[in-house]
């Protein structure tokens, strides 16, 4: 998935993409500790290039070992619109999974994507809310043919085990196994050149309560300013 180079609303034009040299698709990796927050699951703190903390930034597991829970599949998964933006404005959800798009605002949205994953489009009043199964993996970028500034990601992932960072850079994913091999860790962010190309990492072994760095490889775009109208008052 390419990105615009002014607002990042999906398109069916192709858009420029950075190249990232051989060393930005190597990656970072490496155990600092053995505590977590929570029993029986796995700290990842994710850094910038620069050491800082990473918000927003999408972590899951995969691997033979680790089995997928049909329950989380089947949970209520929602990407919602109100005051005019996609809320969450990420939303991660395993294949399989069944969203459905609540509009909370009193207008009307006309929310879609191009996205190769799935492209759709939904046109959203407050009391007729419309739902979609993901079947394929991958990031799936949704806007509003009406409201021009609304982003929001979805981002489908081949996995049971999955968590996003909060302000500090930390996310927490939960291992049913006290430990399991070869498991590769995905990252991924909206900042991300290639939006289709999450970073990765295979380690040879993990415990649970314990605690892990991932530094990203690759600088961050920064996030775009908001061009909302809040005077609009389409219906």
């Known amino acids: ?30 155990v600092v500790g053995a505590t977590s927050m929570t029993a029986k699951a796995v700290t990842i703190n994710v850094t910038d ?18 089995t997928k829970q049909n329950a989380v599949t089947q949970l209520d998964y929602k990407m919602g619109q109100r005051d005019r933006a996609f809320t969450p404005h990420i939303l991660v959800v395993p294949k399989g999974a069944q969203v459905s798009f609540p509009n909370y605002d009193s207008i009307l949205h006309h929310v879609y994507s191009f996205s ?7 046109k959203l009043y407050r ?8 079947a394929n993996t991958g990031v799936v970028e949704l806007g509003c043919n ?11 992932v081949d996995s049971t085990h ?20 070869d498991i590769t860790i995905n990252v991924w962010h909206e900042g991300f ?11 040879a072994k993990i415990k649970t309560n314990q605690t892990l760095t991932y530094q990203l490889n690759q600088s961050l775009f920064k996030p775009k300013e908001d061009f909302s109208d809040e005077f609009d008052d389409y219906e």
């Open 127 to 134: 009391d007729n809310p419309q739902a979609l199964t993901f």
């Open 193 to 203: 050149a290639n939006l289709d190309q999450p970073e990765s990492m295979t380690m």
């Open 1 to 30: 998935m390419q990105r615009q180079q002014q607002v990042k609303i999906p398109t069916k034009q192709n858009r420029k993409r950075r190249t990232l040299s051989a060393v930005a698709l190597m990656g970072l990796f490496s």
């Open 146 to 156: 009406i409201h021009d500034w609304m982003l929001g990601y979805i981002l489908v």
């Open 162 to 181: 999955f968590a996003i960072t909060n302000d500090q850079g930390v996310a927490e994913v939960a291992l049913a196994k006290p430990f399991a091999q």
């Open 116 to 122: 190769a994953a799935q492209p759709f489009e939904f």
């Open 49 to 66: 290039e620069s050491g800082q903390p990473v918000n927003g930034a999408v972590v899951w597991f995969e691997g033979s070992q680790l």
